[in-house]
């Protein structure tokens, strides 16, 4: 009697054991899962961050830049970038772009045009301002003398507009200043060269006074 109460123990003890150890194989899986849905819920919030910082700055942020705005370390924002950029796939019309450490949210080329009627309309210049500049391009660089005897004295004012908005460079040249488009012209109006400038604003040379 006393063997059969000892083997009735012996079972119900290996069968708490059982029991146990497959509440704790549950409790780790469950574990497993939640760190794995808090890892992709933290990556999928940093992936927002810097998608949000690229859309808002509209310009070239530098990786100081990225990481002042999304306290993300270079390493982590490096391995994300990289990702997001993934995931402006053939359905998308923007694209992130990097040049020389750094990065820029853009649309793609073949929506350029779109965007330059947009850049290019009236209600950012005049008809006026948009000749003036596109003698510019086309003339760059280009003295300001040389300038107001092809517009009228109104392209005073229209270069004094263009530099203060960091789209034309002035250099003194003796009495005048020599003119040309910034770097920040061809990010603003999405061209590469001279030559899409010119076709953006829609002007050949011309000496006519408009």
Same mark, same amino acid.
């Given at each position: &009697?006393?063997?059969?109460?000892?083997? #009735?123990?012996?079972?119900?003890?290996?069968?708490?054991?059982?029991?146990? #150890?497959? *509440?704790? #194989?549950?409790?780790?899986?469950?574990? +497993?899962?939640?760190?794995?849905?808090?890892?992709?819920? *933290?990556?999928?919030?940093?992936?927002?961050?810097?998608?949000? /910082?690229?859309?808002?700055?509209?310009?070239?942020?530098?990786?100081?830049?990225? %990481?002042?705005?999304?306290?993300?370390?270079?390493?982590?924002? *490096?391995?994300?970038?990289?990702?997001?950029?993934? #995931?402006?796939?053939?359905?998308?019309?923007?694209?992130?772009?990097?040049?020389?450490?750094?990065?820029? &949210?853009?649309?793609?080329?073949?929506?350029?045009?779109?965007?330059?009627?947009?850049?290019?309309?009236?209600?950012?210049?005049?008809?006026?301002?948009?000749?003036?500049? /596109? %003698?510019?391009?086309?003339?760059?660089? %280009?003295?300001?003398?040389?300038?107001?005897?092809? *517009?009228?004295?109104?392209?005073?004012?229209?270069?004094?507009?263009? %530099?203060?908005?960091?789209?034309?460079?002035?250099?003194? /040249?003796?009495?005048?200043?020599?003119?040309?488009?910034?770097?920040?012209?061809?990010?603003?109006?999405?061209?590469?060269?001279?030559?899409?400038?010119?076709?953006?604003? +829609?002007?050949?040379?011309?000496?006519?006074?408009?």
């Amino acid at each position: &009697m006393e063997e059969i109460e000892k083997e #009735s123990l012996t079972e119900n003890s290996d069968s708490n054991v059982k029991i146990d #150890s497959n *509440r704790d #194989s549950g409790n780790f899986a469950i574990s +497993g899962k939640t760190v794995d849905d808090l890892d992709n819920s *933290r990556e999928i919030e940093n992936l927002k961050k810097i998608e949000a /910082a690229l859309f808002i700055s509209g310009r070239w942020l530098s990786m100081q830049d990225l %990481v002042m705005l999304t306290d993300l370390n270079p390493i982590l924002l *490096r391995q994300l970038i990289d990702k997001l950029k993934e #995931s402006y796939g053939e359905s998308s019309a923007t694209e992130i772009l990097n040049k020389d450490n750094a990065w820029k &949210m853009d649309v793609k080329p073949e929506y350029v045009g779109m965007i330059n009627k947009l850049a290019t309309g009236t209600a950012e210049f005049t008809k006026s301002e948009q000749e003036t500049l /596109a %003698v510019i391009a086309y003339k760059q660089p %280009v003295k300001q003398s040389v300038l107001i005897k092809i *517009r009228g004295n109104k392209a005073y004012e229209h270069v004094k507009n263009f %530099v203060s908005l960091g789209l034309v460079k002035a250099k003194k /040249a003796g009495h005048t200043h020599e003119l040309a488009l910034s770097e920040d012209f061809y990010d603003y109006f999405h061209v590469g060269s001279q030559d899409d400038a010119i076709h953006v604003l +829609g002007k050949e040379e011309s000496g006519e006074k408009g």
